[in-house]
């Protein structure tokens, strides 16, 4: 087999590297272009360290591909590298050393992996970072340290006080207005002890008796370190958009017009889903390249497709329509294993000025990958073992439960991370209509 990437046992195999613009390394590109193949699967990762933690986890899913699909498919391989980061507390099953984790004990302080992570993810804020590390340190029984730090977050996450004011009074701010998720607009404490609540739910560390020693004030260090991981989302979450739009599909667009006969399969984890759902604003109506694409618990709207929300009629979804750029099905499997995103994900959705507050549970800011497709004429609701043996529909949305293999991680993910299983790479080769 030629051409196997570094760290990539198929092949062959290359690397479509984005900065947080969208921007491509052109050599990459190129290299690309020169694959040899009828069929390309391209893999989007979620959240992670670096390219090597990318790279193992392309590794691990792509292994299972060239035994499953037909004689006739020669298949390519690219995984999408872009600036993203995971908390080093955040186990992938099987995936990773057990001296790669964050060491027992840390609780609410950062350990030296994700501060470096963070360091990278967040350049030229050394000052923030390095007082946002001291304050979860030391936990002081303060008000206004737990403030300081909430502002602190604020402002890594690139929201200023005015927009976080213009947003509960109702204003736009300077330009954000409504935009403006609840937990950086409202009061600190009270998102605090949210998180730290959702926190104990999922049997993370704020649920250990002996975490809050030392007072109530202190046991809201937990929900703060939990915002501040919910920040590094939200800026991925902005960041996957627009590569995914202004990089990768126009990557695409422009490989398509030079292979023809190529057929594309896009893959995404988490907020990779996000990027490659996003690649489909860049492919022009009546193109047939794209000819599936598989989210793996993606983490953004379960309305993303909608032409309607059910809660504003005169709205749809960010990707409304979008679906029928995909020559196949669109294909969204989920699991309620997955605590990041049955949790989390509302609770750091939920806009300022929401009637339902920060607490409750409210559909509208539900992820994908918990619950798969919402408000789609037609999208039909599979389990996994019904797809592996009846194969799935030809066009259009479909969900698919997977809780049957995505089902292991501790706190605070859950199974968010749980994906590389054979079965999913059978869900992606029968999408693709790619099997023997």
């Known amino acids: 087999m030629a051409d196997i990437g570094v760290g990539v046992g198929v092949g062959p195999y290359e690397e479509l590297t984005f900065d947080a613009e969208g921007d491509v390394d052109g050599g990459a590109r190129e290299a690309v272009a020169r694959i040899d193949a009828t069929d390309l699967v391209v893999f989007a990762h979620g959240w992670n360290s670096d390219r ?78 390095d007082r946002v590390a001291e304050l979860l340190e030391e936990r002081p029984e303060s008000e206004a340290a737990l403030i300081e730090f909430g502002a602190l977050v604020r402002e890594l996450a690139g929201v200023d006080a005015v927009d976080a004011v213009g947003a509960v009074a109702g204003g736009s701010g300077s330009g954000l207005g409504v935009g403006v998720p609840a937990m950086f607009a409202e009061d600190a404490l009270s998102v605090f002890r949210a998180f730290a609540e959702a926190l104990a739910s999922a049997g993370g560390p704020a649920g250990d008796p002996g975490f809050a020693a030392g007072g109530a004030l202190r046991a809201l260090w937990g929900g703060a370190k939990e ?5 590094t989302y939200y800026e991925m979450k902005k960041r996957a958009g627009v590569i995914g739009e202004r990089g990768l599909g126009p990557v695409l667009t422009g490989l398509a017009g030079r292979r023809p006969g190529l057929r594309i399969h896009l893959i995404g984890h988490s907020f990779g889903g996000r990027v490659v759902s996003f690649a489909l604003r860049a492919v022009p109506e009546g193109a047939r390249y794209v000819k599936s694409l598989t989210l793996l618990q993606g983490a953004f709207s379960h309305y993303a497709f909608a032409d309607r929300l059910p809660h504003d009629k005169g709205r749809g979804g960010a990707l ?30 939920r806009m ?8 409750g549970f409210d559909e509208r800011w539900g992820a994908i990958g918990h619950d798969g497709v919402q408000a789609v004429a037609g999208a ?26 995505v089902r292991r991680g501790g706190a605070p993910s859950g199974a968010h991370s749980d994906v590389c299983h054979e079965e999913l790479a059978r869900v992606v080769v029968a999408a693709g209509r790619m099997g023997r």
């Open 52 to 129: 090597s933690t990318a790279t193992r986890l392309f590794d691990r899913f792509f292994a299972p591909f060239p035994e499953l699909v037909g004689p006739a498919v020669r298949l390519g391989y690219v995984g999408v590298v872009w600036p993203s980061i995971r908390f080093s507390d955040e186990p992938i099953p099987d995936f990773d050393d057990r001296g790669a984790l964050a060491e027992p004990g840390y609780g609410a302080a950062l350990d030296p992996a994700t501060r470096r992570a963070l360091g990278a993810f967040w350049p030229g804020r050394e000052a923030e970072l």
């Open 227 to 231: 915002v501040l991981r919910q920040a």
């Open 320 to 349: 409304s329509g979008l679906q029928r750029r995909v020559d196949g099905p669109v294909v969204a499997c989920h699991s309620p294993y997955d605590t990041s995103l049955k949790l989390f994900y509302p609770l750091a959705s």
């Open 380 to 405: 039909p609701r599979l389990d996994l073992a019904e797809v592996l043996r009846a194969g799935l529909p030809g066009s259009g949305c479909v969900s698919v439960d997977a809780g049957s293999v």
């Open 352 to 359: 300022a000025r929401d009637s339902a507050g920060l607490f």
